[in-house]
């Protein structure tokens, strides 16, 4: 049987302002209970006025290395979304899948494009 549960973002938060992704990790954690019980979630945006990539990153991306697209597409549904903020999503969502299809490449290509050759002592 599955349950469908409805996860407030500003409940989580305390704030409308969700910019830290120490806050987006309390949201990542709620979600990914809900999830590995196969629970449908319902993440509301509701009262949130700013919205940044790194909380969503945190809240949301990093669901992508612990569950498949599919499940994710299955589970989770998102409301109450500004079109601005949907659109920072898509992008967040979209490098999320690509990080986490190949993490050591994706780190490679960080390093060389800051220049950062890993050999540090």
Same mark, same amino acid.
């Given at each position: 049987?599955?349950?469908?549960?409805?996860?407030?973002?500003?409940?989580?938060?305390?704030?409308?302002?969700?910019?830290?992704?120490?806050?987006?990790?309390?949201?990542?954690?709620?979600?990914?209970?809900?999830?590995?019980?196969?629970?449908?979630?319902?993440?509301?945006?509701?009262?949130?006025?700013?919205?940044?990539?790194?909380?969503?990153?945190?809240? &949301?991306?990093?669901?992508?290395?612990?569950?498949?697209?599919?499940? &994710?597409?299955?589970?989770?549904?998102?409301?109450?979304?500004?079109?601005?903020?949907?659109?920072?999503?898509?992008?967040?969502?979209?490098?999320?899948?690509?990080?986490?299809?190949?993490?050591?490449?994706?780190?490679?290509?960080?390093?060389?494009?800051? +220049?950062?050759? +890993?050999?540090?002592?």
């Amino acid at each position: 049987m599955q349950k469908e549960m409805t996860i407030t973002i500003f409940e989580i938060v305390g704030s409308p302002l969700c910019v830290a992704s120490s806050d987006g990790q309390r949201v990542y954690d709620r979600l990914a209970a809900a999830l590995k019980e196969g629970k449908s979630a319902i993440l509301s945006f509701h009262n949130v006025s700013t919205l940044t990539s790194a909380f969503l990153n945190a809240a &949301i991306g990093q669901l992508y290395g612990e569950f498949s697209e599919e499940q &994710i597409r299955a589970l989770l549904k998102v409301q109450d979304m500004e079109p601005d903020d949907m659109a920072l999503l898509k992008r967040v969502v979209e490098t999320a899948k690509q990080y986490f299809k190949d993490p050591q490449k994706f780190d490679q290509a960080v390093r060389d494009t800051l +220049g950062d050759d +890993g050999n540090d002592a």
